[in-house]
């Protein structure tokens, strides 16, 4: 902490949150030492309000708090990057981003929302039939959509083969929800080749 350079802008770093599995940009707050040091310790991502002048910590009142994955600093030592979870919209708008177009992973948004399908079991999900009728059901499917994908490539245009190609990848993230597995986990695997 004492590496940092907190006196380039009067004891306060920029901090850009980041959610830690979609990628995408949350919001920008501000940290000085107290709240940098309150977020290591407590968890939770804690902001110094510059309107206020005081510690708060994202979610409070509202609940949508973000969870702690990591915190790095840039090159230059004055500017932070949170990763972390969030546990509901992160705007005050009640949007996910406060940059409403932010870019984002959309295979791990997926792969979170499966997630969440598999825990909550919501009725009416083709998800939760899904998950209610097995590995075996799941993997069956990943087997159909993986041969429409083929055929599609050979005999079909570039629409239905992104069409299968999508069906595919849902389904190949459901079958690793099911056995315990991540997307998260397929791209570490990727990434220890060297990918």
Same mark, same amino acid.
């Given at each position: 902490?004492?590496?940092?350079?907190?006196?380039? $802008?009067? /004891?306060?770093?920029?901090? !850009? !949150?980041?959610?830690?599995?979609?990628?995408?940009?949350?919001?920008?707050?501000?940290?000085?030492?107290?709240?940098?040091?309150?977020t290591m310790e407590g968890g939770e991502v804690t902001f110094f309000s510059r309107s206020r002048q005081q510690?708060?910590?994202?979610?409070? $009142?509202? /609940?949508?708090? *973000?969870?702690?994955?990591?915190?790095?600093?840039?090159?230059? &030592?004055?500017?932070?990057?949170?990763?972390?979870?969030?546990?509901?919209?992160?705007?005050?708008?009640?949007?996910?981003?406060?940059?409403?177009?932010?870019?984002?992973?959309?295979?791990?948004?997926?792969?979170?929302?499966? =997630?969440?399908?598999?825990? $909550?079991?919501?009725? /009416?999900?083709?998800?939760?039939?899904?998950?209610?009728?097995?590995?075996?059901?799941?993997? &069956?499917?990943?087997?159909?959509?993986g041969v429409e994908t083929a055929l599609a490539g050979v005999v079909q245009d570039d629409d239905a083969l992104?069409?299968?190609? =999508?069906?595919? *990848?849902?389904?190949?993230?459901?079958?690793?929800?099911?056995? /315990? *597995?991540?997307?998260?986990? =397929?791209? =570490? !695997?990727? $990434?220890?080749?060297?990918?």
């Amino acid at each position: 902490m004492d590496t940092l350079a907190w006196d380039k $802008q009067g /004891g306060l770093l920029p901090a !850009v !949150v980041q959610d830690a599995s979609t990628l995408r940009v949350l919001m920008l707050g501000y940290m000085d030492r107290a709240a940098l040091l309150a977020t290591m310790e407590g968890g939770e991502v804690t902001f110094f309000s510059r309107s206020r002048q005081q510690l708060w910590r994202k979610g409070e $009142q509202s /609940g949508n708090v *973000l969870k702690l994955v990591s915190v790095e600093t840039d090159c230059d &030592q004055d500017t932070l990057l949170v990763m972390a979870e969030p546990a509901g919209p992160t705007c005050h708008l009640g949007r996910s981003s406060c940059f409403p177009n932010a870019p984002h992973d959309v295979l791990s948004a997926l792969d979170a929302r499966i =997630a969440g399908r598999e825990r $909550q079991r919501p009725a /009416g999900s083709y998800t939760t039939t899904l998950f209610e009728a097995g590995v075996r059901r799941i993997a &069956q499917k990943v087997g159909e959509e993986g041969v429409e994908t083929a055929l599609a490539g050979v005999v079909q245009d570039d629409d239905a083969l992104l069409g299968e190609a =999508a069906d595919l *990848l849902y389904h190949l993230l459901v079958l690793l929800r099911a056995r /315990g *597995l991540s997307l998260a986990d =397929a791209k =570490a !695997v990727l $990434q220890s080749r060297g990918s």
